[in-house]
């Protein structure tokens, strides 16, 4: 099983430029998240879906949009990238949302995507 | 608000020592979850263990175990004999419990402690 696969790994972008990161899960799971982790920070939830053709904003959601046209995938859009946005990103998903008491609310995370901002 | 502090931001033992990894956590909720979660050099993060807050209990899995207490809102890690192996990044994580419509995505991370095991 290949579980949660991003796409692309690494992406260097110029301030202005605009770019999706496409995360797949084949686990057949509602809730899709993306994160966000900088040094020092932890990880930080950006936005996140509860299923397919719905959204919703995170802790950190400006300067992002996302789309979840189809359940197995969660697209985050930077639409003019600003060298605020340097991170490492990670697209997550699970059965149920996490604060679900079924035991099904573990996190699966992708490798993660490095974008560098210049 | 609900809140997470990994206070050790690096430790640093030889192999074989034990090492404790604490966390503190606050919620208004009388039911939540927390996790723990490893990030290894290779950057994947991965899951380690799930706890409501009904259950007290402590656990043990191999060389790991956790200890909960509600009564300081502590989740510490404690890993025995450590090994190389286990030289990462550890996030814990807390969720408060929701309804359909609350806060599902709302999981709240530590900032996280590295931990290297020097052989």
């Known amino acids: 099983n290949a579980g949660v696969t991003q796409t692309p790994k690494f992406r260097v972008l110029k301030t202005g430029q605009s770019m999706t990161l496409l995360c797949a899960q084949d686990m057949n799971h509602e809730y899709m998240y993306w994160y966000r982790q900088d040094p020092g920070m932890g990880l930080r939830l950006i936005h996140y879906?509860?299923?397919?053709?719905?959204?919703a904003k995170g802790e950190v959601p400006d300067g992002y949009n996302v789309s979840r046209l189809k359940k197995q995938n969660f697209l985050l859009g930077l639409e003019s990238a600003a060298p605020s946005q340097t991170s490492v990103y990670f697209c997550a998903s699970s059965l149920d949302g996490v604060g679900y008491s079924s035991g099904a609310n573990v996190l699966t995370f992708g490798a993660g995507s490095r974008l560098t901002v210049l | 608000a609900q809140k997470v502090t990994q206070a050790q931001t690096e430790i640093s033992v030889v192999e074989k020592e034990d090492v404790t990894l604490d966390c503190v956590y606050e919620t208004r909720d009388t039911t939540y979850y927390l996790f723990w979660y490893k990030q290894p050099p290779s950057g994947e993060l991965v899951f380690l263990i799930r706890?409501?807050?009904?259950?007290?209990q402590n656990e043990i899995s191999g060389r790991y175990s956790w200890n909960f207490q509600k009564s300081t809102s502590s989740f510490n890690f404690t890993i025995t004999a450590s090994q190389v192996v286990d030289s990462a990044v550890y996030f814990c994580?807390?969720?408060?419990?929701?309804?359909?419509?609350?806060?599902?995505?709302?999981?709240?991370f530590g900032k996280g402690t590295k931990l290297s095991v020097k052989p």
């Open positions: 879906s509860v299923g397919e053709g719905t959204t």
């Open positions: 994580a807390l969720s408060e419990a929701s309804n359909y419509g609350g806060s599902q995505g709302n999981l709240i």
């Open positions: 706890r409501n807050s009904f259950d007290e």
